[in-house]
Structures are given as C-alpha cells and as structure tokens.
C-alpha cells in the first residue's frame, strides 16, 4: 500500500514516448503511489496527432492543462483551459492539435486495467 498522498512536479518525471507515436508523455502512476487509478501527463506538440483508440474495460478523463483538442469518434472537439473531458471505453478517442502551440492533458484512466506503461488494455481503431 502506498503512502496517504503523494505530491508530484510532472517535469520531475522522465519524458517517454506512446507504443503508438511519438507524443511525449509523463507516467505519473508510479511516481504518485496510486492504485485505483493510471495517470499520465500528455504534451501534444503543434500539428501532432496521437494514435486512435480505445482502452478494453477501462474509462479515461482528460483534463486540459492547456486549451487542447481531442477527437471522439473522428469529430475534432476543442476544448478550454481546464475543460475536462470523460470517454467511454468503447468509444474510440484520440488528442489532436491542429494549432501552433503545444498542448498539456492530464489523462486518467479507470479502473486501473493493464500496467502503467500500457495505461489499460489499448485497443488501436481499425483504420478504414
């Protein structure tokens, strides 16, 4: 069992990188002792999409750190500083940024299915 709480700086933690591209994340789950829960800090840089999926019993938030965007089911939704955003597991959902400026997510994902380096069982879409 982890401590009672837990008090990270997201920059404190390595940056590392999706099975599926090249966006960076921060894999907070670890660092922050949490066990009902996965967490990751997100930076989509400008014009950098990440892969769509879905994640096999497990729902995800996000939270926007930054203004950022995010599509669900291939329809881009912009979305403001501190919007936050909850997903289905079936539904298939992927960050966008189709600006000039990076975007920050916070993304949580429950119950806490698969590893945290796999954030949940990620299920790639079918690409049509």
Do not use: K
């Not at 660092?31 to 999409?49: K, T």
């Amino acid at each position: 069992m982890s401590d009672g709480y837990a008090i990270v700086d997201p920059e404190a933690v390595p940056d590392d990188r999706f099975q599926t591209c090249e966006t960076t994340v921060r894999r907070l789950t670890e660092p922050l002792g949490a066990e009902e829960m996965r967490l990751n800090q997100v930076v989509v840089d400008a014009g950098e999409v990440t892969t769509p999926h879905t994640h096999e019993g497990q729902e995800e938030v996000f939270v926007a750190l930054t203004e950022g965007q995010i599509a669900i089911e291939g329809e881009v939704h912009d979305v403001p500083r501190g919007g936050v955003v909850r997903v289905h597991e079936d539904t298939v959902r992927n960050l966008c940024n189709h600006t000039q400026t990076n975007h920050v997510w916070l993304a949580i994902g429950a119950p806490p299915v698969g590893t945290a380096e796999d954030f949940g069982a990620y299920v790639v879409a079918d690409e049509e």
